[in-house]
């Protein structure tokens, strides 16, 4: 096991409504990343807070924003879900941004109905 | 054409067969070539990563680069039952997250 744990593992919504997804990010790491993997595709990043500040953004709507914490566990919220929003939401965690170092956890899977 | 393509699979061989994985590439700026391993409802761990050119072996596993051709490989020799899973390449110009590129993945079955 990584020592990065998200939750929930599993979770279902409406279209058109907002979700929070969580991570906890492994003991000493100060940077995590989130990815959505749509199903049978590779994982595609989505942000990356470095010591609570957003430090590079991939190609998704602003509706997709995030947080993270002084402790560097991490939030991603998405407001407005549509069907394609169904994906495997991956976070990984590391000791700065180097891809390299980055542990992911279990991942939640979102279905939008 | 996608920046990073990959096999879809599924992939199917006897135990102890030799694999190999294939991914290719059309952005020549990418320097870091990583391969990881996903099992079903898990997310990916990274197996090995290769700056640049040549080969780098861990134990069953080679990774090898071929920047001319644009075209990289993992071979996993004397494979076992454990090793199926689905198999991500993925790569970089740098080694930072917003410039990281995944394939679709290989997904690899071996069977007993």
């Known amino acids: 096991e990584t020592g990065v744990t998200q939750s929930p593992t599993h979770l279902i919504k409406t279209r058109g409504q907002q979700v929070t997804l969580r991570c906890s990010s492994q003991?000493?790491?100060?940077?995590v990343s989130w990815y959505q993997q749509a199903l049978g595709q590779g994982p595609q990043f989505i942000f990356q807070?470095?010591?609570?500040?957003?430090?590079g953004r991939g190609n998704f709507p602003p509706r997709f924003s995030g947080l993270q914490f002084p402790n560097y566990s991490s939030e991603l919220n998405v407001n407005a879900l549509e069907l394609d929003d169904s994906a495997l939401y991956l976070c990984?965690?590391?000791?700065?941004?180097?891809?390299?170092?980055?542990?992911f956890g279990q991942g939640t899977r979102l279905t939008v109905v | 054409q996608k920046e990073v393509e990959q096999d879809p699979g599924p992939l199917s061989v006897p135990e102890g067969a030799i694999v190999s994985l294939n991914c290719t590439y059309s952005?020549?700026?990418?320097?870091?070539f990583m391969w990881y391993r996903q099992y079903s409802r898990k997310g990916p761990e990274l197996l090995m990563y290769?700056?640049?050119?040549g080969n780098k072996e861990d134990g069953r596993f080679t990774a090898q680069v071929d920047k001319s051709s644009k075209y990289i490989s993992l071979f996993i020799r004397d494979s076992q039952p454990s090793d199926s899973a689905t198999y991500l390449c993925?790569?970089?110009?740098?080694?930072?997250?917003?410039?990281?590129?995944f394939g679709p993945g290989t997904r690899l079955s071996v069977l007993p």
């Open positions: 990984a965690s590391s000791l700065g941004a180097l891809n390299t170092e980055a542990f």
């Open positions: 003991s000493g790491h100060n940077t």
């Open positions: 807070y470095y010591r609570e500040e957003e430090n």
């Open positions: 952005n020549s700026a990418f320097q870091y």
């Open positions: 290769t700056y640049s050119s």
């Open positions: 993925a790569m970089s110009p740098d080694n930072y997250g917003q410039n990281f590129v």
